[in-house]
């Protein structure tokens, strides 16, 4: 059985959870799927916790975007140095990602639009029209968006906009 390939694909390492956060995350995402499952079979690295039949690998596609969530084992967690990005143009866009990814997660985590899922994931959910009035040529405007943004922990578009706005 084939199963679709992308050239590039993020690897998410999980001691036991890949099932359940693949299934988690495309619960969240619109255009998602969880695309193949494979357990492991008798051939295996011994690692506590994971047997014969247990899920080894899960491959995930969220927006068209293609994911594999394996079971590894519990050597390796995650940390900030990596995290997903969600562009949203509206504030109910933003709240919808920010309460369904958060739940569960890390509150300690949460600061300027980012938050860690209950995984240890780190997600970025930002307005897109953030990104315009960073890189607005008046320096002015782009420092107190930054100031502004510096202060939340959820991103707030009217707050970002007044900001802006001066």
């Not at 992308?6 to 099932?19: M, Q, R, S």
């Not at 933003?94 to 949460?110: H, N, P, T």
């Amino acid at each position: 059985m084939a199963s679709k390939v992308t050239k590039i694909a993020p690897c998410l390492w999980f001691n036991t959870e890949a099932e359940e956060a693949a299934q988690l995350y495309t619960s969240i995402f619109k255009n998602s799927s969880i695309d193949n499952v494979i357990r492991y079979g008798k051939e295996r690295h011994e690692t506590p916790g994971i047997a014969e039949g247990d899920v080894m690998t899960v491959t995930f596609t969220l927006e068209g975007q293609t994911y594999t969530a394996l079971n590894g084992g519990p050597q390796f967690r995650f940390n900030e140095a990596i995290s997903f990005a969600v562009h949203c143009d509206t504030q109910e866009e933003i709240d919808y990602f920010w309460e369904k990814l958060s739940e569960g997660g890390d509150e300690s985590a949460q600061v300027c639009g980012w938050l860690k899922d209950k995984f240890g994931v780190s997600w970025q959910v930002v307005p897109t029209a953030l990104f315009a009035m960073l890189n607005d040529p008046d320096s002015g405007k782009s420092e107190r968006v930054t100031k502004a943004m510096l202060k939340m922990r959820k991103m707030d578009i009217r707050r970002l906009e007044e900001a802006y706005a001066g």
